[in-house]
């Protein structure tokens, strides 16, 4: 499948000529979403849920659906009637021609004073990409190539390093990186490169690869 970076947490991934898109927030290209087929959402903070990007898919095509939690669903399936379907961990589906499985449950802990909201991950045609959204999840399955939230509010580099190596994936993309500088990125490619354990790679929001 072929597999583009859109900016922040945003993916699209493309085969026998369909799209699904994963968490098309306020950081993301406004069209990021248009011309998909399927839309998933791991969580309801903006960076990842945007209404209006979502809008702008489904009324694009109208067969276009969308699978998320329930927090997400709430807000937005009244407007969407009959194509919005809630999913929570160890679900499975097929979205646009894509078999997804569902992993995790909970945002990681940004502060032990903030309460956490719910967050799912997908995992994609049987291991080909993993999407954790907000949270370190390791799925009980293996990974190709992980999305991976490198620099985030509730992380630190080690964390980010250490997860790397429990899923064991062939290839790492860096997702959830709109917070970091240009200044920074080679101080994280060097260092998750060399002790992730992994093929690790960057691309540019637009950037593509098969994977």
């Not at 502060?111 to 907000?134: A, C, E, Q, S, W």
Request: proline share 7%; hydrophobic share 40%.
């Amino acid at each position: 499948m072929k597999l583009t970076k859109m900016s922040h947490a945003c993916v699209r991934l493309e085969k026998d000529g369909r799209t699904l898109v994963l968490d098309p927030g306020m950081f993301t290209e406004e069209d990021a979403a248009v011309g998909a087929d399927a839309v998933l959402v791991t969580h309801e903070h903006p960076d990842h849920f945007d209404e209006a990007r979502l809008r702008a898919a489904l009324e694009a095509n109208p067969a276009a659906e969308i699978w998320t939690l329930r927090s997400v669903a709430e807000q937005v399936a009244a407007a969407f009637p009959g194509r919005v379907h809630t999913v929570g961990h160890g679900d499975t589906f097929t979205a646009a021609g894509f078999d997804v499985q569902v992993h995790g449950e909970l945002h990681a802990v940004i502060h032990p004073d903030i309460p956490r909201v719910t967050n799912v991950g997908y995992l994609v045609d049987g291991g080909k990409v993993f999407h954790p959204g907000d949270a370190l999840t390791v799925p009980d399955h293996p990974v190709e190539t992980l999305m991976l939230p490198v620099m985030a509010p509730w992380s630190k580099i080690s964390e980010v390093i250490d997860y790397v190596r429990e899923v064991k994936p062939r290839r790492a993309y860096d997702i959830h990186d709109a917070l970091l500088t240009d200044l920074a990125r080679p101080v994280y490619d060097r260092q998750i490169g060399a002790l992730g354990g992994a093929d690790h790679q960057r691309l540019a929001p637009g950037g593509t690869a098969e994977v």
